[in-house]
């Protein structure tokens, strides 16, 4: 097994729990409580990634800029990582700024089935001999044959690994047996794994992936992210400990961030509430959560009915306005029930 790496998305995944409200305070005291904890980057940015910040998204307190270069004055030990997913930024406006703040490590996002699209990103920051990792998110939505055709077109556009994100917390831990086997047995670059906790198997989502050959750990401190939050990454590394697998991680210095900094970022603990197990079993991408709570306030209708349409649209990242829509058509289905029931009891 190649040693593990531990890219720790807390300060980018987590955003979306709080709205991508991050501030430069809490940005300084968790990579000051993280630099020395073992950690081999630490990503940070808005929720979706550089230019992501928008109406339809989500609006973030500071920009692109202020959240690298807060981190950089606190990083000396740990890299600084960015994530990206093309159209949300570009090269010239989002990759190079980043690479001016100092940037080491950037993760370029895709679609599952969209790999053609991060060709030109990812070629660019290879050459100009960048860190980069290729990620597919939603890859439930896609077969292992699939995602093995398409992370080799990262490969071959000079991604140093490939990372699956279970955006939606809908996997099993057959699927993952089957889908991390297919790339570590087909690919020459490492693989890596992002769990969401929407149906309770994040941590053992996580090792089950480790087993089957993933190197590469993409979590957060305390779980902290969107839906039910992600793989808590102290969990992991004390089960990876307890089974003696090594790592670089410093347990103790992760515990100690998790109590004494996490709560003044957090507000609250990331868990499996029942409208994020909606979410996972229907499969839908776990930072609609925010959007489907508000829809569902506004216009009066379930929100577990939200998710499980949306789910059935196979709607992806970017595709926001869906919810809406079908908040709207639930709420003009309630209505004209209410109309059918008043008139049959009229009759």
């Known amino acids: 097994m190649s040693k593990l790496k531990i890219f720790d998305a807390t300060l980018r995944d987590g955003s979306h729990a709080i709205k991508h409200q991050l501030t430069k305070d809490q940005i300084r005291d968790y990579c000051q409580a993280m630099d020395d904890a073992g950690m081999d980057a630490i990503i940070v940015g808005h929720g979706n990634g ?8 989500g609006l973030s307190r500071l920009t692109d800029r202020e959240l690298l270069s807060t981190a950089r004055k606190y990083l000396h030990q740990t890299k600084l990582g960015a994530y990206m997913i093309p159209g949300f930024g570009t090269i010239r406006d989002q990759l190079i700024p980043a690479i001016e703040e ?16 991060t060709k030109s990103h990812i070629e660019y920051l290879a050459k100009n001999g960048k860190e980069v990792y290729g990620i597919l998110m939603m890859y439930h939505m896609a077969s292992p044959e699939k995602l093995l055709e398409e992370t080799r ?20 831990i057959e699927m993952v047996k089957r889908t991390i086997s297919t790339l570590y047995n087909g690919l020459d670059i490492r693989v890596g794994f992002h769990s969401h906790n929407n149906l309770g198997l994040a941590v053992a989502t996580m090792y089950t992936a480790i087993k089957e050959g993933a190197s590469i750990i993409d979590g957060t401190l305390s779980g902290f992210g969107a839906g039910a939050g992600n793989c ?27 109590e004494n900094v996490m709560p003044g970022i957090m507000g609250h603990n990331a868990s499996p509430d029942p409208v994020s197990i ?58 004209l029930s209410k109309e059918d029931y008043h008139i049959e009891s009229l009759l």
């Open 278 to 335: 909606v979410s996972g079993q229907a499969g839908v991408f776990s930072a609609f959560k925010v959007h489907v709570l508000r829809a569902a306030k506004n216009f009066g209708v379930d929100p577990r009915d939200i998710f499980r349409e949306v789910g059935r649209r196979k709607a992806v990242g970017g595709q926001e306005d869906i919810i809406v829509e079908v908040a709207q058509e639930l709420k003009r289905k309630q209505e």
């Open 50 to 57: 550089l230019g992501a910040s928008s109406l339809q998204v």
């Open 232 to 258: 808590q990454l102290e969990a992991l590394v004390a089960l990876l400990q307890k089974c003696e697998i090594q790592t670089e991680a410093d347990l103790y210095k992760m515990l100690d961030c998790a």
């Open 102 to 117: 100092g940037v080491e490590v950037f993760k370029i996002g895709c679609h599952c089935t969209e790999a053609d699209t």
């Open 153 to 172: 077109k990262m490969q071959s556009y000079g991604a140093k690994g490939i990372i699956l994100m279970d955006s939606a917390g809908a996997s099993t």
